[in-house]
Each structure stands twice: as C-alpha cells, then as structure tokens.
C-alpha cells in the first residue's frame, strides 16, 4: 500500500462518510478542522516513522492528501 | 521583557506560560509536584509546535524561557505574577497570602479567574492595589482578548501594566468591574449550566443543543462543546461560585453536571465529556 492509501485509510476511518479524492481540500469539506490537523500530523510522523520539520507544520501541506504524500517524501529519511 | 511568574500548570497555567515564553518573556512556572511540571513542559513543547497549524502567528518557542519549580520562593525573582490555581477559593487564597511574603513590594499579582473576587484576593495582600484579575481564553495562545477585572483598590497604574503585558503578547484587555463571574462567566456558565438542564431533562441531544448555537446564530461551537473545552470540573467550580456569591437559586450547578464530574468526564482534556474525544471527534456520550 503507498502513503496516499494509508493516509487516506485514516482519514476514512475517522470521517466514514466522507467521499475524498487525493486532491480534495479536507478542510474546506466543513467536517475536519483544525484540531484534525494535529491528529494528521501524529499519525504521520508514527505511521511514516519520521519527523516533519517545523517550518513544513504549514496548514497548506496537510489540506490534501496528495499534499501529505509529498511531505512524506520529503521529510523520509533515503534508505 | 520582564520575568514573569506563573502558578499553577493545569491547562491556563500552561497555556500562559506557553505564550509568554513565545513572546520572549522569561517564565518561572510553579505548581506542587515534578509530574505536574514535566507533563506541563511536554505539553508547551507540543502546543508551540502545533501552534502554526493552529493560526498562531507567535515566534518559536525557546525552551530555555521556562523555568519550571515546586520552590514557590523561586517567585523572588518575578516582576509580575499570573495565579492559574483551580478555581475554589479556599485554594486560590491560600496562594496570596504566601506570594505576599515573597515577592517584591513592586510586583502586580493577577489572578487568571473566572468567577472569585478579585477583591478579595486583593485583601489577602499587603497590596490591593496591585492585584487585578485576568481572565484568559482557552486555548490561551489563541484568543486575542483577555476580561481584566479592576478589584475595589486595584490601581490604574495597575491595570496599565497589565495592558502592556497583555500587549506585548499581542492581547487586548477589555477591563470590567468586579462582580461575580463578571461579564464572560455571569452569562456563560448559565447558558452552558441551562444547556445540561436540556440534555438532562432530555428535550434533546448535546448535539442538538449545540446546532441550534452554532447554525441559527452563527456561533464557532455550541455550549457544550464549550463546556467540554473548558473542562466540565471547572465549569461545576465556576456555578458553585456564582451560587455561593450571589445565593440566587438560578445559578444551582445540574445534576447530570455533578454527575458527570462526579464520574470522571471532564471533557475534552479527559478524552469524554458531552461528545467522545478518543475516535470521532464529535461523537456524542451524554
């Protein structure tokens, strides 16, 4: 599974009835706010096992999941 | 920047601390246990680092502000002092009598309250002039605006400094006399005690109650969903000081209320409260 499923996956488990495409502004949907945003930011940084800089805690790279798949990439360690 | 003393690292007290140390403030935080502080530390840690997801424009926080201490004599050193005790009285007041004796002349206390006398602190002190009341939002680094309360004596030197401290974290002050509960909690805490008294009597659900807040008059959450933010124990502390200030019958703490403190559902910060924190954000329990 790539990081846009699982990302997706949480999201879907927390929200059930919401119907997202990979470009979609969760935020803009009406349902999540921002307190989801920290949930995402936790579930990322374990789930990934990586740590998300400070400067990328930017509202704008959580708002799709597209957004969060490449700050998943960005911040993953080269094996 | 001046150094400020905090006491008391529940949810205020951290959230204080936190935005103060942010703005560059040195910050001596105190409360009775090691456990308190390292949970409270772990927590500032956390919250800066969320802030920007938040809205928060403050600065980075640099750790080294906070100086966190069981030693209540570590308060010599402070230039203004902010009280965050629990809201019951016999525990704010025993505060006063010892920050008396260890801060300097000079130093303001404010006590961050939402509903005991500001005066009454005051006559605790050898300087009633310098004690005022400041009542902080939750999440506190996120609410621009602070209710100041002028006790009887408070002076307008006073209420000045504490304007400019309030300023330099990028807060307004709005400042109101000295009355139970004041402006925020003498409406509020009745609103969100009749809103229990709704779920109770079940004329409906909380989330209900708070759809008819936030969708006919465009308020951000509802009373119990504000009730679960503040804390649900607080909130009890909050009616039971009304009740016992003015001794007006309309101001009796619910049942359900005592009930649901009574059984460990304080809210938010314990994970349940009106609405269930640990999946769903908004999943109703009560």
């Known amino acids: 599974m790539n990081e846009r499923a699982e990302i997706r996956m949480f999201i879907r488990e927390r929200f059930p009835n919401a119907e997202l495409d990979d470009q979609q502004n969760i935020f803009a949907l009406g349902y999540v706010n921002s307190l989801f945003a920290m949930e995402l930011v936790l579930f990322i940084e374990k789930h990934f096992r990586i740590e998300i800089p400070n400067e990328e805690l930017d509202i704008a790279n959580f708002c799709t999941i597209d957004a969060m798949s490449e700050l998943v990439g960005r911040c993953a360690v080269p094996a | ?286």
């Open chain 2, 1 to 286: 920047m001046q150094r400020i003393g905090v006491i008391g690292a529940g949810v205020m007290g951290t959230g204080v601390a936190q935005d103060l140390a942010q703005h560059g403030h040195d910050v001596i935080l105190v409360d009775v246990s090691d456990v308190i502080l390292a949970r409270a530390r772990d927590q500032i840690a956390h919250s800066a680092r969320m802030g920007r997801l938040l809205g928060s424009s403050a600065p980075p926080l640099e750790m080294r502000r906070l100086h966190a201490t069981t030693d209540y004599e570590a308060l010599a050193a402070a230039d203004f002092v902010i009280e965050n005790v629990t809201e019951k009285r016999q525990l704010k007041e025993e505060v006063y009598a010892r920050l008396d004796s260890i801060c300097r002349g000079d130093v303001v206390f404010a006590a961050n309250t939402s509903a005991i006398s500001v005066t009454r602190l005051g006559s605790l002190t050898s300087r009633p002039d310098r004690v005022i009341g400041m009542h902080f939002m939750n999440p506190v680094p996120l609410k621009r605006i602070v209710e100041v309360i002028r006790g009887w004596h408070t002076s307008p030197a006073t209420i000045e400094r504490a304007l400019d401290l309030l300023a330099s974290i990028g807060k307004d002050g709005v400042v109101v006399s000295d009355a139970p509960g004041f402006v925020s909690n003498r409406v509020l805490m009745l609103t969100i005690n009749e809103a229990v008294y709704l779920v109770q009597d079940q004329v409906a659900t909380p989330e209900d109650v708070d759809r008819i807040f936030t969708s006919c008059f465009e308020h951000k959450m509802g009373p119990l969903a504000t009730a679960d933010l503040i804390g649900l124990d607080t909130i009890l502390f909050s009616i039971e000081v009304l009740y016992e200030s003015f001794n007006d019958s309309k101001y009796r703490p619910c049942p359900l209320l005592k009930r649901m403190v009574d059984a460990g559902l304080h809210g938010r910060k314990s994970g349940r409260g009106f609405y269930s924190y640990h999946h769903d954000a908004l999943e109703a329990t009560a």
